[in-house]
C-alpha cells in the first residue's frame, strides 16, 4: 500500500501531441481514484506514466514521498490490468499467475501459497490448467485481476478493464472490484470512459478533458458541484443540459432568465444573486439536470414551457427529449432531455410546462466556469 | 450443382491435374530411375510408358555409397544447414526485435539499410566474400560456410513484421511484472512467434541445403563439402552412371522433403501471418 502524488505532470509525444498537461493529484494510502474521460483525453497515458511505460517530459511523480521518476515499473511496486487483459497466451493460468512471482525470486512454496490465495479470491481454482484462449472474457478478467494483485503490489492501475465485456458481466465484475479493493485495502487508479463506473467505485473521481484536470471530487462533489460545463455534461447519464440563456437585473433583488424565446423570474438566495448579478445583460450558459425536472408544479418551482419532440418510456422513467418554443430550427444544444418518473404521455399538442427549483438551475459563463462556485 | 457447373469444374480439374502431372514427371523420373539398371533409365526417358521400373532394385544406392563418401557429404550439409539454421534464428530473432521495439538512434535508418540488402544477391559479393574469409584464413573450414550466412536481411524482415503485429500490451505487463528486455523476448516474445520461427528456420534450411556456389569457391576437400558439391562431382565423375546420380538425388532431397512435411502446418501459417501483416 502506498500513496501517491503527481506534481505538475505533462506529456508529450514526439509528434508534438500533448497528453497531459501540468497535471497535479495526490492519491491517499488505500484509496480507490477513477480518471474519467472521453477517448483521448490523456487518462491512459497518466496511468502509464505513474506505471513507468512512459516517461513524463515535466514534474515529478512520488510513490510513499520518494521520486520515482527513474525507476522501472517493477522497482515502483506497481501492477497493472490492461484493456485488452494481455494474459500470455502461451501460459497455463497458473504460469499467469506464477510469472511475476518467479521473476521476483519467491520461493516455490510461497509462490504455490499465493497463487492459491489469489485464486480463491477471484474463483479461479478450476480454471488453472486453461489457457487464456479458452476462458470467457470474464475469466480472462479476472485472471489479469489475478495476476496484478499476485504480488502483492503497492499501487493497483487498471486501464478500462471492463470495456471488453458485455453490460451484464460488468455490472458483476465492478462489484467484485469494489469487494476486492476493499478487502485489500491496495491504493487504486482506475481508468475509465463510462461515467457510471467512475460514479459507483470510485472514493474520488478525477476528470480530465484534453489532458487537462478539471475537477477531482467524491462522485456527490461532481454531480452536485461541478466546476465546470464539461463536467457538468460529462457526469451524470444523461448529462446535465447546458442551453445559452441570458440574465437580466431586475433592480429588486431578483433576476430574470432569458430561456429561449421565455423570461422567467428567478427568487434566488442573496449570495446567488449576487454571484450572478455582474454577468446580467450578459450570454451565459444555464444547466439543468435532467433529473430536475418535474411535470407537477412544486413549490417554489419556476414554470419553463417547453414542446416535446419525443418521449422513450424505458419502464420505470421516461425520457422525454424537449425544446423550447419560438425556435424554428432546433440546434442541438437546445434540446433538454428530461428523466420523468414512471410514465409520461407526449401531449397531443406537444406542449408541455415543466416545473424546476431554481436552486437545481447552474450557471455557467463564456469560459464554460460555474458561476456560483 | 447444375451439369454445365459440374462440366467446368471437371475442366478445371483436368487442367489443374495436367499442370501437377507435368512438374512431378522430372520427380517421378528421379525417383524411378533410382531403381533401375543404368542401360534402361536413357533408353526409356522418352517414353512415359515405361517410367515405372519393371523391378525395384537398390544397387544404385549401394552404388553412391562405393564410389563417393555421401555419408560425409549429408553430414557436413546437415551440421551446415542445422549450424546456419540455429545461429540465424536466434541472431535474426534478436536484431529483428531491437528493430520492432527498443528504442535507439539510427534505428529507422539502419531498418532501412537491412531492408536493401534483401535485394543483393550472393553472387554479387560472392568474389569480395572470398578475399575477406581468405584474408581470415578460414577457406576449407565449416566455419567459412556458416558464419556469413547467420545474419540474413530477409530473415530479419520476416521477424519484423511478425514482431510488430504481437500486442504490445504482452511485453508491457511483463515490464510490469519485472521482467528485462533479455526475458521478454525469451519468455513471452519468442514463444508466441513459434510461427514466423518455423518459416524462417525451413526458409534458410532449404536454401542452405541447395547451397552450391560458395561451397564451391571456398572449399576442396572431401572433408567439409556439403551435398550439392558431391552431386556436381559426382555428375563428372566416371563412369557416368544415371542410375547412381538419380540414386544420389534422391537421397539429397529426402530429408528436405521430410522437413517440410513436419512442419508444412506451421511454416504455411507463418507465412501467411508475415504476408499479411508486412
Known amino acids: 500500500m502506498a500513496s501517491v502524488e503527481l506534481r505538475n505532470i505533462s506529456k508529450r509525444f514526439g509528434s508534438g501531441v500533448q497528453a497531459v498537461k501540468e497535471l497535479s493529484l495526490t492519491i491517499d494510502d488505500g484509496e480507490l481514484v477513477v480518471l474519467v474521460g472521453s477517448s483521448g483525453c490523456g487518462k491512459s497515458t497518466l496511468l502509464r506514466l505513474l506505471a513507468g511505460l512512459e516517461n513524463a517530459s515535466e514534474g515529478e511523480i512520488f510513490i510513499d514521498e520518494k521520486n520515482v521518476n527513474h525507476d522501472t515499473p517493477q522497482q515502483r511496486n506497481v501492477a497493472m490490468v490492461f484493456q485488452n487483459y494481455a494474459l500470455y497466451p502461451h501460459m497455463t493460468v497458473r504460469a499467469n499467475l506464477e510469472f511475476p512471482l518467479q521473476l521476483s525470486h519467491t520461493s516455490k512454496e510461497r509462490i504455490k501459497a499465493r497463487v492459491g490465495e489469489i485464486a480463491d479470491i477471484l474463483h479461479l481454482s478450476e480454471l488453472m490448467t486453461r489457457k487464456p484462449g479458452q476462458l470467457s472474457g470474464g475469466q480472462r478478467q479476472r485472471v489479469a485481476m489475478g495476476r496484478a494483485l499476485v504480488r502483492d503490489p503497492s499501487i493497483f492501475l487498471l486501464d478500462e478493464p471492463l470495456s471488453n465485456l458485455d453490460a451484464s458481466l460488468r455490472a458483476q465484475i465492478r462489484a467484485e472490484i469494489a469487494r476486492i479493493q476493499k478487502r485489500l485495502k491496495t491504493t487504486t487508479l482506475y481508468v475509465t470512459h463510462d461515467q457510471v463506473e467512475a460514479m459507483t467505485l470510485g472514493d474520488r473521481v478525477v476528470v480530465l478533458d484534453h489532458g487537462e484536470l478539471q475537477q477531482i471530487g467524491t462522485p456527490q462533489e461532481l454531480y452536485e458541484h461541478p466546476q465546470n460545463s464539461f463536467v457538468a455534461k460529462f457526469i451524470g447519464s444523461p448529462g446535465m443540459n447546458i442551453v445559452p440563456s441570458g440574465l437580466i437585473d431586475r433592480g429588486d433583488g431578483r433576476l430574470d432568465l432569458k430561456l429561449g424565446g421565455q423570461q422567467i423570474s428567478l427568487v434566488l438566495e442573496r449570495q446567488a444573486y449576487e454571484k450572478l448579478v455582474p454577468y446580467s445583460g450578459q450570454d451565459i450558459y444555464t444547466g439543468i439536470r435532467p433529473e430536475a425536472f418535474a411535470s407537477t408544479p412544486t413549490q417554489a418551482g419556476v414554470e419553463i414551457k417547453t414542446n416535446v419532440e419525443a418521449v422513450e418510456f424505458l419502464g420505470h422513467e421516461t425520457l422525454a427529449c424537449l425544446f423550447l418554443p419560438g425556435v424554428a430550427q432546433v440546434p442541438a444544444d437546445q434540446t433538454f432531455i428530461a428523466r420523468l418518473p414512471g410514465r409520461f404521455n407526449k401531449p397531443n399538442d406537444d406542449v408541455a410546462v415543466f416545473y424546476i427549483k431554481p436552486e437545481a438551475l447552474y450557471f455557467f459563463n463564456q469560459a464554460g466556469s460555474n458561476i456560483l462556485m | ?278
Not at chain 2, 43 to 51: K, P, W, Y
Not at chain 2, 79 to 91: D, H, K, P, R
Not at chain 2, 138 to 146: A, C, F, G, H, K
Open chain 2, 1 to 278: 450443382m447444375s451439369g454445365k457447373q459440374r462440366i467446368r469444374m471437371l475442366s478445371v480439374y483436368l487442367l489443374l491435374a495436367a499442370f501437377a502431372f507435368t512438374f512431378l514427371i522430372p520427380v517421378a523420373m528421379m525417383l524411378f530411375g533410382s531403381f533401375k539398371p543404368d542401360d534402361q533409365v536413357l533408353v526409356q526417358a522418352g517414353r512415359l510408358g515405361s517410367l515405372l521400373p519393371t523391378e525395384f532394385r537398390w544397387f544404385n544406392y549401394q552404388d553412391v555409397f562405393a564410389r563417393v563418401p555421401f555419408a560425409r557429404y549429408l553430414f557436413n550439409s546437415a551440421f551446415i544447414s542445422l549450424c546456419i539454421v540455429a545461429g540465424g534464428l536466434l541472431v535474426n530473432s534478436l536484431a529483428a526485435y531491437a528493430f520492432a521495439r527498443l528504442q535507439w538512434p539510427g534505428r529507422d535508418w539502419v531498418l532501412l539499410v537491412v531492408v536493401a540488402l534483401m535485394i543483393i544477391p550472393l553472387e554479387a559479393i560472392a568474389v569480395p566474400l572470398f578475399y575477406e574469409v581468405t584474408l581470415l584464413g578460414w577457406r576449407d573450414t565449416y566455419w567459412v560456410q556458416i558464419i556469413p550466412f547467420i545474419a540474413n536481411a530477409f530473415s530479419i524482415y520476416l521477424f519484423y513484421t511478425f514482431f510488430l503485429s504481437l500486442p504490445r500490451e504482452l511485453e508491457e505487463a511483463a515490464r510490469i511484472d519485472g521482467a528485462g528486455p533479455w526475458r521478454i523476448f525469451f519468455r513471452i516474445v519468442a514463444p508466441n512467434a513459434k510461427p514466423v520461427f518455423a518459416s524462417v528456420a525451413i526458409l534458410s534450411f532449404l536454401t542452405q541445403w541447395g547451397a552450391l556456389l560458395w561451397p564451391l569457391m571456398v572449399t576442396h576437400s572431401e572433408a567439409v563439402r556439403p551435398l550439392p558439391l558431391g552431386i556436381a562431382t559426382f555428375y563428372s565423375l566416371p563412369p557416368l552412371q544415371w542410375g547412381d546420380i538419380f540414386a544420389f538425388g534422391v537421397m539429397m532431397v529426402t530429408p528436405v522433403l521430410l522437413i517440410f512435411v513436419l512442419f508444412q502446418r506451421w511454416f504455411v501459417q507463418g507465412v501467411a501471418t508475415t504476408g499479411v501483416k508486412g
